[in-house]
């Protein structure tokens, strides 16, 4: 499940990819592509990133290597107008 750190706001994300070339956290916080957020390689081979969000349900999605990637810690997701889904995650 995702951890919220300490402050409330900020967020932890993870994703677990060991040949991944480039992790990107995109969202509705982000605008999506426009601003994505890299996410750092750890040397077991998952990829983390902490931001703060605003209060409030975000959607976001990773993109890896250029391909979109769900979430497979977040178990709340939308549909998407791409025939997927978005993941959702919440700020206090």
Known sequence: ???????SNKQT???TAPEARSVLLVGDFTHWQK?????????NGVWVTTVELAPGKHTYRFL???QWHDDPECTVRVPNP??????VREAA
């Open 64 to 66: 890896v290597d250029g």
């Open 35 to 43: 601003n994505a957020i890299p996410l750092q390689r750890q040397r």
């Open 13 to 15: 994300f993870r994703f």
């Open 1 to 7: 499940m995702p951890t919220p750190s300490k402050d």
């Open 82 to 87: 791409y025939g997927s889904n978005d993941m």
